[in-house]
């Protein structure tokens, strides 16, 4: 069973530009998240889907990122512009919809904004 | 709101020595616990978990942790490491029934021959 894939492994672009990072979950499972992981942290939760609808985005920086999941599979997670802050690698788990299921990871996506 | 805390951010030890990786939680409610591993270049892998039950739980290769209420604590142990086992190990927290998991700031432990 293939596991969570992201894409593209790495992004380097400059300040001011978009950037966007797709997602596949592992198939069957519902709940899909996206992270972001700085240098020498844990990491923090972005947004989470059950199914197409975003049910907790509250840590999402509005202003410049946006995420969809259409048709509930697949998910996109855009940022426009990026700023040189925005530096770090972006996760994407997902897991079956029962509270304390495991999540399954992808490898992320490592952006660098020069 | 919960939140934890890795007491160490490197953690250095002797192949086939015993190693203690520290966690602490802080939550004003029932939590589940975690640990995750994340080996070079791969992603976050689940390695055990608390949901209920016996404060013990054991993953597949050896690591075994204890969930301590009185003193939130989570903390990972194996009596003899592996350099295989050269990884980052992140705790994580969330409360039971939820589903917004905090990890902690991750601990790398190295494993030398």
């Known amino acids: 069973e293939a596991g969570v894939v992201q894409s593209p492994r790495y992004k380097i672009i400059e300040k001011k530009q978009p950037v966007a990072f797709w997602c596949n979950p592992i198939?069957?499972?519902?709940?899909l998240y996206w992270y972001l992981q700085n240098l020498g942290q844990g990491p923090e939760l972005l947004i989470r889907?059950?199914?197409?609808?975003?049910?907790?985005d509250s840590q999402l920086p509005k202003d410049r990122f946006s995420a969809e999941r259409l048709k509930g599979v697949d998910s996109t997670l855009k940022i426009q512009p990026a700023e040189l802050g925005d530096s770090a690698v972006y996760l994407c788990?997902?897991?079956?919809?029962?509270?304390?299921?495991?999540?399954?990871f992808g490898p992320g996506t490592r952006l660098t904004v020069l | 709101a919960q939140s934890v805390t890795q007491l160490d951010s490197q953690v250095p030890v002797f192949e086939e020595a015993p190693v203690e990786l520290r966690c602490n939680y802080s939550?004003?409610?029932?939590?589940?616990l975690f640990w995750y591993v994340q080996y070079p270049n791969q992603g976050l892998q689940l390695l055990l978990k608390y949901l209920s039950g016996s404060t013990l739980v054991e993953s597949i290769n050896g690591f075994e942790a204890e969930f301590n209420k009185s003193q939130t604590s989570f903390h990972l142990r194996k009596p003899s490491v592996h350099i295989s086992d050269t990884a980052e190990y992140f705790c994580?927290?969330?409360?039971?029934?939820?589903?917004?998991?905090?990890f902690g700031a991750g601990t790398r432990l190295f494993v030398k021959a």
């Open positions: 788990a997902s897991s079956l919809g029962t509270a304390g299921n495991e999540q399954f």
């Open positions: 198939s069957g499972h519902n709940t």
């Open positions: 994580a927290v969330s409360e039971t029934g939820g589903f917004k998991t905090i």
């Open positions: 889907y059950e199914n197409e609808e975003a049910v907790d």
């Open positions: 939550s004003s409610v029932s939590v589940y």
